[in-house]
């Protein structure tokens, strides 16, 4: 599991500052982000007193940075998933800028990565369908300036989502 493998934050924390309980704890919310303090604390085998200091200095610290409500795609008509790699013509400031803010804004990406070697980035995009998904690509990322290559991979079955 990833929380082993816990490093150096952005806040200075370390990885020794976080014990066997915090990794507990962290794994509980892992798996129900919407547990009371009572049954995290329950869980972990603490008290609510500790376990809330506990949960309040993980979020300090940026260990833990929010929660959030896991959709089903076919509920709100988004169950064609796309992965696109897609590669620039240039890495100036200005090109990648416009690139970036021109897919953040996109209502269709719901994740975004720029990469280290090939390709620039990969675009993680959730639409109704093959139509919707065409219509995506050709009115609007098409029209973004200096694309050089998009290859789209279409999912077939999602087996792990984090």
């Not at 066997?20 to 007193?49: H, K, P, S």
């Not at 376990?51 to 993980?58: G, P, T, Y």
């Not at 795609?73 to 620039?88: K, N, Q």
């Amino acid at each position: 599991m990833w929380l082993r493998r816990l490093r150096a934050r952005r806040s200075g924390v370390q990885s020794s500052d976080v014990d066997a309980i915090d990794l507990a704890i962290i794994a509980e919310l892992e798996r129900d982000g919407r547990l009371t303090n009572v049954e995290l604390a329950q869980r972990v085998g603490l008290t609510t007193g500790p376990c809330l200091r506990r949960v309040q200095r993980l979020e300090a610290d940026g260990v833990i940075r929010g929660y959030r409500a896991v959709i089903d795609p076919v509920a709100v008509g988004r169950s064609f998933e796309v992965l696109i790699d897609l590669s620039l013509e240039a890495q100036d400031a200005e090109t990648v800028e416009r690139f970036e803010q021109t897919m953040a804004q996109a209502e269709e990406v719901i994740e975004l990565r720029r990469l280290f070697g090939s390709p620039d980035y990969f675009v993680r995009v959730a639409v109704a369908d093959l139509s919707a998904y065409e219509t995506f690509l050709s009115g609007h990322v098409m029209t973004i300036p200096r694309i050089k290559n998009v290859t789209s991979h279409f999912t077939m079955k999602v087996v792990k989502t984090a």
